[in-house]
């Protein structure tokens, strides 16, 4: 059952693109990767599963593992889809101080965790602060198990293709192998997460009845309306995890982690995968000074060409190709793509006057922290990656998650510097935040940065308290972003996916906030842009709605930046289906929404004007 209207999306001029490939392993810090013939996915399916609802897939485990082929030991995240992969793993990092705690540090206060080539986290989550559930996965599955439910299980068949796709990149098999028992395990797995699914444990559900708690066979699993949900738990209470990561003993954190996505692959939103990491203070002690951050060692086909870039406006961290074409994507007939996370709702802090999003609600009185600054180091260059293993590398990510170089000296940390461009030389918290496209400013590769190579891409929030028990949220947006035939190259595609981001970030307002506004019959229900391709803005463009009741409207757009650019409607109209033209013959090339209030509810769609 759905919970409100459907969003009205942009096709993209990339289709959808559908194959196998099996890619070679390579070694990475910290790790060594093979292909491993002999796992199968009966062996994972409680540990493991894919994400893979539209045009970009990638693998995560139930202990935050995520981003790299469990079958392989190399790329696990794929854009676009069966074709070349992008992301060889990532994780969530997080860093704070801690004077009180259960396990002493005898090197200091600061304290790392999280998931990067080693993972410090252990699936289930924490009873009381020290103590985690730990118990064997088949004992326990409420705790343990990672969760995929899918909206649509019920009308699906072991016959419908994408079923038989699924079981094939769960089975890393050819669509050709899938059998008629790996299509029914698909089923079987869709069903049983959707008939256990953990609502108590905190995995997002429908409230149904509203009466804020989770109650099986009544309210329904789910979240933003999205067409497959991913849920699991997991805490950092192992000491032999934790300095096993970076040296750092426990911290006392739960982490639950949802993913979700959107059935709809040759749109924008198809282009990205939402994730929602919610940490929580179990420790019984405060934390302060605390950073999150999304890591991303992101590969690019051939891993060892590749840049990172960052856009501080946009809020967004990305990696290229550092060529215009890549041999591992001139085997599906393709230029490379690019990858990128835009941070969406970063964690919240106290602030008088203003209003966070927190948990798809308006929370008055603070605010959210926006991306305070993006690093990027390679290995073997002279930005390396921190030490695994040492308390060192806890200093060294501590001062990375500050926006610093990481290097182990806290008290006086190196600055990230601009390496090209008018303010070459001048430190910077966000190095490589030039235009790749325009090829202006800051850009990776050219003058004191690094020549290609392996990147890694950390996008930090920070810094907040947390007290015992608090509650923080980061959501991020994987997003695609690729220009398949003649003229497209590795700019080409940064393009894209900045446009992507563009978009993805406009309907965020409507996925974050706008769920139980949507229900209400005043909204206007049908909301609908006519284009004529490949200019959607001209004479022949129509907004069309309907009005359910007889209400004041308002229908205007804005650009980019929220700046009005037209007022289409401003009158009290009566029910009824309406067909507003809009003419832009004087706007620049970009993205733009319209938004129609009815009743003091609001609605969002987005144009792109191509001239």
Known sequence: MKRYSGFLLVLTAMGVF??????????????????????????????????????????????????????????????????????????????????????????????????????????????QAGTPTTPPVSSNPNNAYIYRIRADWQNLTVNDPEVIQDAAELNNVDTSQVTPAMAQAVLDDYEWAWNNWPGDLGAPFYDLNGNNQWDPGTDEPGLADADQVIWF?????????????????????????AM???????????????????????????????????????????????????????????????????????????PPAAVGYALLQGPIIPSPGDTATFNFHKLPGYKNLSMTSFGYFAAGSTINDPNLGEYSGTLQWYNLL???????DTTNPTPYTHGVGPLAGRPTKFPLNGDPVAMAGDIDGLGSNLPPGD????????????????????????????????????????????????????????????????????????LELEQNYPNPFNPATIIRYHLSVSEFVTLKVYDILGREVA???????ITGIYRVPFIAADLASGVYVYRITAGGFSKSRKMVLLR
Not at 567 to 573: A, I, W, Y
């Open 18 to 127: 559908i194959a196998a490939s099996m890619l070679s392993a390579r070694e990475k810090p910290g790790q060594k990767t093979a292909p491993n013939p002999a796992v199968s996915y009966a062996q994972i399916e409680e540990t493991q599963t894919l994400w893979n609802i539209n045009n970009i897939a990638g693998w995560i485990r139930n202990d935050g593992y995520s981003g790299n082929n469990p079958y392989i030991g190399n790329w696990g995240v794929w854009y676009p889809r069966g074709t070349a992969g992008v992301i060889f793993q990532d994780g969530l990092v997080w860093g704070g101080k801690v004077t009180q705690s259960h396990w002493p540090q005898p090197q200091g206060s600061y304290r790392v965790g999280g998931q990067t080539y080693r993972i410090g986290t252990l699936p289930g989550h924490i009873i």
């Open 233 to 257: 738990v997991c805490n950092d209470l192992n000491p032999g995890l934790t300095t096993n990561l970076y040296g750092s003993q426990p911290i006392g954190l739960e982490l639950q982690v």
């Open 260 to 334: 979700w996505g959107y059935h709809q692959p040759g749109t924008t939103i198809g282009q990205a995968s939402f994730r929602r990491y919610r940490l929580i203070n179990k420790s019984g002690f405060p934390i302060d000074s605390m950073f999150i951050a999304q890591w991303s060692d992101s590969d690019i086909g051939y891993f060892g060409d590749d840049f990172g870039g960052c856009d501080s406006l946009t809020i967004l961290g990305y990696a290229y190709n550092g060529n215009p074409e890549d041999t591992e994507f001139q085997q599906f007939g393709l």
């Open 402 to 408: 500050n926006g610093f170089i990481p290097t182990a």
């Open 455 to 526: 990147r890694r891409i950390v996008v930090s929030s920070g810094p907040f308290t947390m007290l015992n028990g608090d509650v923080q949220e980061m959501v991020l947006a994987i997003i695609g972003g690729i220009t398949p035939g003649p003229g497209g190259n590795n700019r080409t595609a940064v393009a894209q996916l900045k446009l992507n981001s563009d978009f993805i970030r406009l309907m965020w307002d409507d996925i974050s906030t706008g769920i139980a506004q949507l229900e209400n019959p005043v909204i206007p229900e049908h």
């Open 567 to 573: 007022t289409l409607v401003n009158e009290r109209q």
